[in-house]
């Protein structure tokens, strides 16, 4: 008798112990509708909104620390005005491991499609489900609900020793700005822009052969 409650026992804790599992993982793996951080501060430099404690990819993507080892993904303001009318996004599958600087996303717009790298190196968890149905939403609110996918870092803290970050950011999309009308006042003059951010949709409005150099200049893909 005893040792049938013993093993009572232990099957009971076995389960507990199951379930507990499975309703934390199912926590990480699906998680809650976001909208950005609380109180997300932007600060205002060289004509850009800057969000604070955003680390930013050379490939105009950014990255922002969640709990645990999770973080946010998505493309910065550059990107997305250089895009413009965003019709499809098809982002790597889930529990896909993604190298830092690799394809994580690929973006179609102008009925051309981009690829876009990851800033982190991780697994992807989750993908926005509300900029799948909405991809216009990555456009309109690139840094909050406009995000792209989570990815679980372990090596986030050495990943970030490769992003832009702090005061680096502003310094580095004006640059971006700069080589951009650059490039475009050579082969399309009427379309560079007076500084800021570039004309919205730029890509689709120039010729084949600049659109494939200002993708690969700016995306890094």
Known sequence: MSILF????????MSINYFC???????IA???????PQAVRMQREYGFSIPEDYCFHPGHTWVL???GENARVG????AANLLGTIEHIDVIGLNRWVRQGQKLVTIRSGGQNFELVSP????VMAVNKDAAQDPGLIARDPYQSGWIAIVKSPDLVTNKKNLVQGGMVAPWLQNSVTRLNGM???LAPTMAADGGLPLAGLLARVAPELREKLAKEFFLA
């Open 6 to 13: 013993v093993l009572l026992m232990f099957l009971l804790v």
């Open 21 to 27: 599992f499975r309703t934390r993982e199912q926590a």
């Open 30 to 36: 699906q998680p809650q509708a976001w909208t950005g």
């Open 65 to 67: 620390k969640e709990g």
């Open 75 to 78: 493309i910065d303001s550059f």
């Open 120 to 123: 982190v190196e991780g697994v």
């Open 184 to 186: 475009v006042a050579q």
